[in-house]
């Protein structure tokens, strides 16, 4: 069994519409240590919307780093296919568990992947190979048809009518077209998104389904390059619209760069429901079992001891999300001040410095062996004196890079400690994995105790932080 058991979830974009939220992945995974008890370490996440894209992925090279250094011994995923976009990770991926000796890796929904064993690397290999060639094929096809389309600035069909524009979305509706110029002056003016739109529900304007407008609805469409007459493809301007615009592009930039820090995570601007606390921050305060999130019925966000198979808690220990996750946010802050803190922090200053050295190192060895192999291409050296030279430098450079992925933690606080004020400041425009890193980074877990019977408010006396920094 392992004993430091990692979490690897990615959100990716997904022409198959089965996205599943790195939240869900995560919970599911927890849930799959629980009933192995295995003990979950460390959760990486990556988000990475463009799928075998061959963009880097940090936390996935992380992971990596740990487990080649023995960190992590055990893995958990939700699906091999979140794992790796290539048959060629996949072969990387299999030297890097052989060498280091890691054979425990589990699925949510495809079960083991056992790499130790010839026929679960093909199990694997194949897996990788269907999961590659199905996601090409229709990605490719509707990615190729959606760019043309956006770099002709052509209209791309389906969905409803857009505010201000008729169904046909090439021609203006006058009195649509007022409300918005009206809305992006308030916009620019500093009035808030809530507050336009409860004057436009006081004045009965309706969307463009009928509907009462929302903050996300108005920031969405005045974020839209459409209402400026231009096409606009994942985000970015790709052409003058074939349709006239409402607003001037200037003042749409305006109203873009002032919309887009609020339009929040993920590639639709649309942000899910999502928990700060998961990865095992919080624990209850009766059994000691992680506590997971769970909504009631009704939408309050809560966290929860789950009995039950795949979860083995008391299954009497629930606490709502907003006010704890607001007690842990301020408990960091205040943290972040103490001379505890200062005190563990001046030691991962050392480890710092350190750190920049051991980079350094990595690179001068580095160029050492492009350097050596250049002189063995040219035959200045043979086979025999390249590969003696070689594998000093190489054993360097795996030891630097083990050392680094121990001491690298404490970067993401470094700019913070000793002046919370400044994450106070940045806190709201933090996402929420770089939130919940902080975190996790001075927080090692947080006990849930009982409630006291009768006291309905927030009780902060029930909740006991062990501290990490
Ligand atoms: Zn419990």
């Known amino acids: 069994m392992p004993r430091a058991t990692a979490i690897y979830a990615r959100i990716s974009s997904d022409p198959g519409g089965t996205r599943l939220g790195v939240e869900r992945q995560i919970e599911d995974c927890e849930a799959l240590a629980g009933s192995l008890g295995w003990t979950v370490?460390?959760?990486?996440?990556?988000?990475?919307?463009?799928?075998y894209s061959g963009r880097r992925r940090p936390e996935y090279e992380r992971l990596c780093d740990d487990i080649k250094a023995g960190v992590v011994d055990g893995l958990l995923v939700w699906h091999p296919d979140r794992l790796h976009r290539s048959p060629r990770e996949l072969e990387d991926f299999i030297d890097l568990c052989d060498a280091a000796g890691l054979t425990d890796i589990r699925t949510v929904r495809a079960?083991?992947?056992?790499?130790?064993?010839?026929?679960?690397?093909?199990?694997?290999?194949?897996?990788?190979?269907i999961a590659r060639s199905e996601s090409d094929k229709a990605a490719d096809r509707l990615r190729r048809k959606h760019l043309e389309l956006a770099t002709k600035g052509k209209v791309s069909g389906g969905g409803t009518r857009p505010y201000g524009y008729t169904k046909d979305r090439r021609h203006v509706v006058p009195e649509e077209a007022a409300i918005i110029r009206q809305a992006a002056k308030r916009t620019l003016a500093g009035e808030s998104a809530r507050s336009i739109c409860t004057d436009l529900n006081e004045r009965r304007i309706r969307t463009s389904v009928g509907g009462e407008w929302t903050p996300n609805t108005l920031n969405r469409m005045l974020r839209s390059a459409r209402i400026s007459g231009r096409r606009e493809h994942r985000g970015e301007i790709t052409a003058k619209a074939e349709w006239p615009g409402i607003i001037t592009p200037a003042v749409s930039d305006r109203l873009r760069a002032r919309l887009s820090r609020a339009a929040g995570p993920g590639p639709s601007g649309r942000s899910p429901r999502r928990y700060l606390l998961t990865g095992g921050l919080l624990r209850c305060g009766r059994c000691g079992t992680v506590m997971y999130s769970r909504p009631r019925s009704g939408g309050l966000r809560r966290y929860v001891c789950a009995s039950g198979p795949g979860f083995g808690g008391c299954g009497k220990m629930a606490v709502n999300a907003d006010p704890v996750e607001g007690f842990v946010a301020e408990a960091v802050l205040y943290r972040l001040d103490t001379p505890q803190l200062a005190q563990a922090l001046t030691e991962a200053r050392q480890a710092n410095a350190e750190h920049d050295q051991l980079a350094a190192s990595i690179a001068e060895d580095t160029a050492m062996l492009e350097q050596l192999a250049r002189d063995y291409a040219d035959r200045a050296i043979s086979h025999q004196e390249w590969s003696a030279a070689r594998q000093p430098i190489q054993g360097r450079i795996d030891a630097a890079k083990r050392r680094l992925s121990r001491i690298s933690r404490t970067h993401r606080i470094d700019d913070y400690a000793g002046n919370s004020q400044a994450l106070r400041d940045a806190w709201a425009d933090l996402d929420l994995p770089r939130r919940h890193a902080i975190i996790a980074t001075v927080l090692d877990h947080l006990v849930v105790h009982p409630a006291v019977k009768g006291r309905n408010r927030f009780d902060p006396s029930r909740l006991s932080p062990v501290w990490r920094l």
């Open 111 to 129: 079960g083991d992947v056992d790499l130790s064993t010839s026929n679960g690397r093909m199990v694997a290999r194949l897996g990788g190979v």
């Open 41 to 51: 370490a460390e959760v990486y996440v990556d988000n990475d919307v463009s799928a």
